[in-house]
């Protein structure tokens, strides 16, 4: 039988002269191999990755695409191979590192269930800078009434912005404009 390369597959012509006519070699182990014909939506999978390498130790039948995929994906799976010789390769469902609860998993880097999930984790990873001082909100806001902002932020080694910030975050009332320039005239 003559053979010849298809995409680095072997493929072998069924046809008299036509080279339309050909049969994948790995498909035809893979039916030997089973003892059956292939259904159409099985992969035949190569275990050495060489898609030449057509012996039948090599030949591994998939029961879908889907389940090829996942096999060649860096996901966690669970590979079951049957007695009747198909492989079926399933996603495992995993444990957010958040809220504990389970899910599957659409990367292999994924360890967060949710966005939810996700922002959650950043902001307690991300702790304000008031509180990586150990200031509580109360201390925050004698400060800054006892205090300039710009020497209150200075202090902290934050920006005004983020001193801003934190007090609208956290319900703090501050001196409004000019208030420190009043201050200074004595007229507060
Ligand atoms: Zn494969
Ligand atoms: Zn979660």
Redesign the pocket.
Known sequence: MKTRKMNDYVVVSTGSNSSDDYEYVHRQGAELKLGRKLNPGE?V??VD?KKDNNTLENLEV?RSHAD?GR??SKNTVLIRRHEDGVVTVDTVPIVCGVCGDEFVPRSATQTICSKKCSDAHLAAIKPDTCTQHGLSTDQVRTLLWENPCTAVAKELGVSETAIRKYCKKHGIDKPGPGYWAKKAAELV
């Open positions: 992969v999978h190569h990755g998939m090829h096999f060649h």
